[in-house]
């Protein structure tokens, strides 16, 4: 079995809280993956920021290959990065599940998107605040995953940006049930309903879980608030 398809199977279990890694204590790394273990969250999210496409650095290839060794769970590695085509190898090999990139950064995303889901890797698109839904239209049977940002890319702890669900909404009607529908940036227990009423399935949250004195409490009550709004009762 795939890394590809052991990550499309976790759509089964949607919503999906996807703890973003971004605003952990990297000082305490094997620690914090033991609270997230803990807390049974399904798979962790990976931004990987390049201080050139966004405004910010993070980390890269080898601490994710580090991180690869403390978990089984599932890594959505989030490539806010210039040329990705130049280093997705390092991320293949450094055991990410899934690999999404920018369709701000590769207009033409089409080979890059097939040459992840070749590598037996899960393949995701993209689009920030500003860029239209009809960027991406021509790239979304190529995608098993496509991740509407409701911040601006860069920072943790933006404040969500309710432009996104308008986007969630059309993409909703566009993809098939078989592909992801991510956001990220500002999710928390005032936003999460919203967005997953609008179609997501896949939630990004960072400061929501990271700020909380109990990861698995913080968790916990995301996936609530994200299944009642779902399905809500009639």
């Known amino acids: 079995m795939t890394r590809r398809t052991t990550f499309l199977n976790l759509l089964k279990s949607a919503p999906l809280i996807a703890p973003s890694m971004l605003k952990c204590d990297f000082g305490n790394l094997h620690r914090e993956v033991e609270l997230l273990e803990s807390a049974d969250v399904p798979l962790l999210h990976l931004d990987v920021m390049d201080g050139h496409f966004v405004p910010n650095l993070s980390y890269g290839p080898m601490v994710i290959q580090r991180l690869r060794e403390l978990t089984e769970l599932p890594f959505d590695a989030h490539l806010m990065i210039s040329e990705p085509e130049r280093y997705l190898d390092d991320y293949v090999a450094a055991g990410c599940d899934s690999i999404t990139i920018h369709i701000e950064a590769v207009p033409e995303p089409l080979p890059l998107l097939k040459r992840i889901r070749d590598a037996g890797v899960a393949a995701g698109l993209a689009l920030n605040p ?86 698995r409490e913080a968790a916990t009550q995301l996936f609530d608030a994200a299944s009642q709004a779902a399905s809500p009762s009639l």
């Open 130 to 215: 500003g860029t239209p839904v009809e960027k991406i239209a021509p790239a979304l049977e190529s995608c098993d995953l496509v991740l509407v940002m409701s911040v601006e890319p860069g920072f943790g702890g933006q404040k969500f940006m309710p432009s996104a669900l308008d986007k969630l909404r059309e993409l909703s009607s566009m993809i098939s049930t078989e592909t992801f529908l991510s956001v990220d940036g500002g999710i928390g227990p005032d936003t999460i309903g919203s967005t997953a009423q609008a179609g997501a399935k896949l939630f990004v949250a960072g400061s929501s879980i990271f700020d909380a004195s109990d990861y």
